[in-house]
């Protein structure tokens, strides 16, 4: 009889901390809901703030890169401008990397504008620099200032900066510019192996330039060191 009455009463009490201990588990339940609600919101308000903020971060950054776009390109041609080509040229010449340069220049460009008006001749400008992209390649051709143009070769050797330079002057050839005009082109052009500083290959490519035109213009020179 002890052994059940003990039993009883031990159950008895229990039995009579029941109602508290659940009271109890209810509150940490609640507790624990509410904290998870609050960890949730702050999750959520996170997430918006980073998108928020990354979109504005974004928005610069592309805002920087457009500026920076219009800052390097011509106007009118949307080729890149001398700045672009003097950085490129400080940056290759720099890296000892082996590489070709040619300037171009539109033979009597002035005629054109003469006879068919200065808007007939930036529509010129507009075709010849398309047709520069087009069969050169967009990444480094750049207006050098007026009817003068540049292109640096970064890949391949001499042979084939001089073969993608005959297969542009036929197609310049062919292409017929604003009101139906064709044009011709004077190319001179250098092959820098390492060699030559930027200021050297200027020179040098400008020399080879001015030989084209004075040869009678439509033609492809290249400089020769120790040669004419």
Known sequence: YSLLFSTVLLSSLKL??????LAKAKIDIIMITGELLQLTIAVVVYIM???????????????GRRMKELAETDVLTSLYNRQRFDETMEN??????????????????????DTHGHMTGDHVLQSFSKIMQQTLGKDCCFRWGGEEFAFIFTDGDRKSCEKQL??????????????????????????????????QLLINVDQALYLAKSNGRDQIAEFMAGGD
């Open 166 to 199: 005959e297969v542009f002057i036929e197609a310049v050839r062919k292409e017929k510019m604003a009101d139906n005009i064709s044009i011709t082109i004077s190319i001179g052009w250098v092959y820098n192996d390492k060699s030559f500083s930027s200021e």
């Open 16 to 21: 009579s901390y029941l109602p508290v201990q």
């Open 92 to 113: 290759l010449t720099g890296s000892n990397q082996e590489f070709g340069l040619a300037f171009f220049d539109i033979d009597h460009f002035k005629k054109i504008n």
């Open 49 to 63: 703030a980073a998108m928020f903020f990354d979109r504005i971060i974004r928005r610069e950054i592309n805002s």
